[in-house]
C-alpha cells in the first residue's frame, strides 16, 4: 500500500493570534501561510492591544523557522524539523505569495483579506491535486464561504481542545448511588488527629477518579474527597456531608452541597489553583471573595486581595482618562463590589465598613494588562469572567503566582463573549482539564441558580 499524502494546511491570521506557535503542531503535514496573513499581523503587531502581543510573537517565531531559507525554498517550504523548539512537527513551512494571483485565478472578488486567503486555498487546491487542502480558520463566517466557493477542506484549530463534548468536562465531583458504604467491600482506615482517610478498593468507584475530586453518596451520609489514587486503591479524606454543610467564610454558609464543595476547596490552604465554573448566580463570585476574606482578614493566612478580570474592552486598553488602575477597573468590576455589598448588607454603616475592609484585607483592582512580568506572593488572585480568555492568557496569569498565593479562577462557559471562543476552545475549559489530577489544584461546578427565583427560571427556560 502506498503511503497517503501529506496534507497542505493553511492557517488564517486568527489562528496564529490564538497560537502564535500553531503552525508546530500539523505532524507530518505541511503548513502555507498567505501573505495576506503577515500583512494582517502586521498591521496588527503596532495597535495597543493585547493581541498585538501575540502577533509579534508568531511574527518572531516565523522568522526563526525560516531565517536562514533562501527566498525559492521559502515559496516551496522549508523544514519545520530544524526549528528549535520543542516539537514533533516533520512537514514544510512555507510562506504562499496569495498576492500575485491574477485575475483568472481568483474566484472570490474583492480586496477584502478572507477573501485572498480563500482565493490562496482554492488555488493551491487546484495546483497541488490530489494532495489535500485544508484552511484552518475560526472565523465561522469565513469557513461557510470557503465551502461556498469550493474548498472542499475547512476545519477549525482544535488541537488545544482536549474534550469533543462539552458535557465530559470535568466537574470535580462524583455523585454515587445509594449509600456509598453499601458498596464498600472492604476498607482500612487510618485516624490522623482530626482527620480520618479510607482506603477502599478502585472498583467501588464507576468513573475515572482524580486528586481532589470530591465523592458523596446520593443520601448525604458520606462525603469525602480523593487524596491518592492508583490501579487497585483509591485513599478517601472523610469530610463529613453535615461538617461541610456547616463550614462558614465571613458569615456565609453553603445553600447547597455544590457550594459546600467549593467552600471547601477555596479555604484549603493546600490547594494553590481553584477553579469554579457554573451557571449565572450560582455564588462563584460570592464565595470566592468570602473566602478571600476569612483567609486575609480573619486568619491572617494571606497579605492582600487582588482582584482582575478580562473583557474585550480590557484588553485592549483601560483608558489614558485620570484615574488611577482601581478607579478605572473598578466599573468592570462590578461583581466584586456587588459581592461585597452583599456580604457587609447588615452592617450600621455599610459604606464605612466597605472602606475599612478593602484597607484592612488590602483589596486591589488590577488590569489583566499589568499582570505580565510580575511575581505575586502571599496573595489571594481572585480571575473573573475567565471563561474569556485563551489558554495562553490564562497561562501567563498562572505563571504570576509566587510562593504561599492562592489563585481562583471563576467562570460560566455559557457566557463567552470573544469572538474567537467557544466552550470547547476557552480557555477555562482548557485549564479544568489540564490541572484536574494535579495535586495542588480542585475543580468544583457550582451546579443550581440560588441567587433568586426568577433567575433560576431564566436561567433554565431562556
Known sequence: MTEPLAKIYILDTNILLHEPFAFLNFQEHDV????????????????????????????RALE???QDAPPEDIIQGVSIAKYSA?????????????HLLNKELVTLPGPENDNQIINAALHLQKEKAPRQVVLVTKDINMRLKAKGAGLERVEDYRTDQLISDIKYLSTGYVEVEGEFWENVNKCDSEVNGRETVHTVERNVLPQTVFINQYIYDQNHHFAGKVIEHNDKTVKLKDLGYERMMGRTAWGISPKNFHQAMALDALLDTNIDLALLTGPAGSGKTLLALAAALEMVVEKGIYEKIIVTRNTPEIAESIGFLPGTEEEKMAPWLGAISD??????RHDECRDSSMRYIMEKANIQFKSVNFMRGRSIQKSVVILDECQNMTSSQLKTIITRAGEGTKLICCGNLAQIDSNYLSPLTSGLTYIVERFKDFEGSSTVHIAGVMRSRLASFAEENL
Open 32 to 59: 502555507y501561510i498567505p501573505m495576506t496573513v503577515l500583512e494582517e499581523l502586521d498591521d496588527i503587531k503596532d495597535r495597543k492591544k493585547d493581541v498585538s502581543r501575540d502577533a509579534r510573537i508568531a511574527i
Open 64 to 66: 526563526e523557522a525560516l
Open 86 to 98: 520543542d516539537h514533533s512537527s516533520t512537514g514544510n513551512l512555507a510562506i504562499f505569495p496569495d
Open 339 to 344: 459581592s461585597l455589598d452583599f456580604l457587609h
